[in-house]
């Protein structure tokens, strides 16, 4: 069975190729991002939801920009953001507070609706909501959307990288790239293989395609 990394955002894919074969294809699949406070929680539930809809062994991504002083902002909110504000705006806005530290963080959820054996990353088990407990309760029909919101494990990688909010510069990459330094380059000025070798999403895959090939 083949693997499909659920995401509406080619650059990831591109970036997720680098370390996973052919074997990987995009499921261009919008699947409900919960609100929550961490990559994590919204991770897990999205593979939930993708594996009921693919019916094959799916990888979601969640992503994104925490700065420092600004209480970790727009972190799990940071493709709102980016679609409300803009780049350029929250750059501005980090500069202008004086506030440069900043973290991307990356949280790879694997489903493939079988159960995990013990290793150091964590396994999210999920937690029946109440509204699930209520319909079953009244003995009414399970749909998929509250399978989803099961118990069904998921598997997580994480990664992260330290950086600096700066002016924006190259054209690389998507999304934050451009106002995200690491080593005096942005990650828009780097190749793909560069940024995989320092990012957030590169360290979380590399965990990951360790883990995977042994599965
Ligand atoms: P999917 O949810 O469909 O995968 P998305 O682009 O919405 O696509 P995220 O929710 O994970 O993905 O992304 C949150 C935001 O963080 C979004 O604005 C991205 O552009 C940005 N982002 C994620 N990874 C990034 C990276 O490696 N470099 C720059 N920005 C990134």
């Known amino acids: 069975m083949s693997l499909r990394y659920v995401t509406t955002n080619e650059g990831k ?22 609100q929550a406070e961490d990559l994590e929680t919204v991770a897990a539930h999205g593979a939930r939801e993708a594996f009921v809809h693919a019916g094959e062994p799916v990888i979601v991504d969640d992503a994104g920009l925490f700065i420092d ?58 937690e029946r909501r109440g509204q699930d407990l209520a ?9 998929d959307a509250q399978v989803a919101g099961g118990d069904v494990p998921v598997k997580l990688f ?7 909010i700066v002016e924006p510069r190259g054209d690389g990459g ?17 190749s793909a293989e560069e940024k995989n070798a320092i990012s ?5 895959l590399a965990k990951f395609a360790e883990w995977f090939a042994e599965r």
Request: hydrophobic share 30%.
């Open 13 to 34: 894919v591109r970036e997720a190729l680098e370390y996973l074969d052919d074997d990987v294809t995009q499921l261009d699949y919008d699947y409900t991002e919960v």
């Open 135 to 143: 319909a079953d309760a009244r003995g009414s029909a399970t749909t």
């Open 69 to 126: 002083d600004l209480d970790g902002f727009p972190g799990p909110y940071s493709s709102y953001v980016e679609d409300t504000l803009g780049v350029e705006r929250v750059g501005r806005l980090a500069r202008e507070e004086g506030t440069l530290d900043a973290q991307f963080r990356c949280v790879i959820a694997y489903c493939d609706g079988e159960e995990f054996a013990a290793t150091p990353e964590p396994v999210d088990r999920g």
């Open 158 to 164: 994480t990664g992260a990288v330290p950086g600096t």
């Open 174 to 190: 998507f999304g934050y790239d451009p106002i995200f330094e690491h080593g005096g380059k942005t990650l828009a000025e780097m």
């Open 200 to 204: 957030h999403r590169g360290r979380a």
